[in-house]
């Protein structure tokens, strides 16, 4: 089950190398019994940050609730120089 969720997470980040700078975490318990229900968070962050993203679990996943959608957003200008920080997580359980 988490080689499935490892699999997932691999190609979102293939598909995050399109946003300049974007990183994808994924948390995921690594250990669970059969029948047990767990949380995948994905997080996603960067300057230019994807606000969506899709995830279809495997036939092995139940899809019970989500995604929790959050999301924040940091700007500062220090010595006149702009930086901009994305950060968005998507919860399934």
Do not use: C, H
């Not at 598909?15 to 767990?38: C, G, H, M, N, R």
Request: a negative charge; zero cysteines; hydrophobic letters at 40%.
């Amino acid at each position: 089950m988490l080689k499935k969720i490892l699999s997932a997470a691999v190609a979102l980040g293939l598909a995050a190398q399109v946003f300049a700078q974007t990183e994808i975490k994924v948390q995921a318990p690594s250990l669970v019994s059969d029948s047990e229900q767990f949380n995948v968070t994905f997080l996603v962050e960067g300057e230019n940050a994807p606000s969506d993203i899709e995830w279809e679990p495997s036939d092995a996943f139940t899809l019970v609730w989500g995604p929790q959608k959050g999301s924040s957003t940091s700007i500062s200008i220090i010595n006149g120089k702009r930086t901009k920080s994305s950060q968005t997580t998507f919860t399934y359980v």
